[in-house]
């Protein structure tokens, strides 16, 4: 069975950097879609970051400049590196993966068929 599981997060303040770390116990062959979600209490979980296995990103706009999505593919590892934190980046991150490929790989939770368990990440100001 393949398992997605986070770690990396903690408690920074506003403007500090961070990297998660997703270890993916999955294929590594099939081309697919990984990515990175989060989610705060009362709202829907939403996108963060895509990667296409072939390569391509893909990012929210709130993100965009701040967060990169990274894969090592011999280590099967998932990253986000997230740099100049927000407050309002303070949500419970999870890591995705869709077993299937999409194009462009999409930001939407019912792409995703395999979830880690989560990990969580507070800005202060």
């Known amino acids: 069975q393949a398992q997605l599981v986070e770690s990396g997060g903690g408690s920074v303040q506003a403007g500090g950097s961070l990297t998660l770390s997703c270890a993916d116990s999955?294929?590594?062959?099939?081309?697919?879609?990984m990515a990175w979600f989060r989610q705060t209490p009362g709202k829907e979980r939403e996108g963060v970051a895509t990667?296409?296995?072939?390569?391509?990103?893909n990012y929210d706009d709130s993100v965009k400049g701040r967060f990169t999505i990274s894969r090592d593919f011999y280590k099967q590892i998932l990253y986000l590196r997230m740099n100049s934190l927000k407050p309002e980046d303070t949500a419970m991150y999870y890591c995705?993966?869709?077993?299937?490929?999409?194009?462009?790989?999409?930001?939407?939770?019912?792409?995703?068929?395999?979830w880690g368990q989560g990990t969580q990440v507070t800005v202060s100001s």
């Open positions: 995705a993966s869709s077993g299937s490929w999409f194009a462009p790989c999409p930001l939407t939770t019912d792409t995703y068929t395999v």
């Open positions: 999955g294929l590594t062959i099939s081309r697919r879609c």
């Open positions: 990667i296409d296995t072939a390569g391509p990103t």
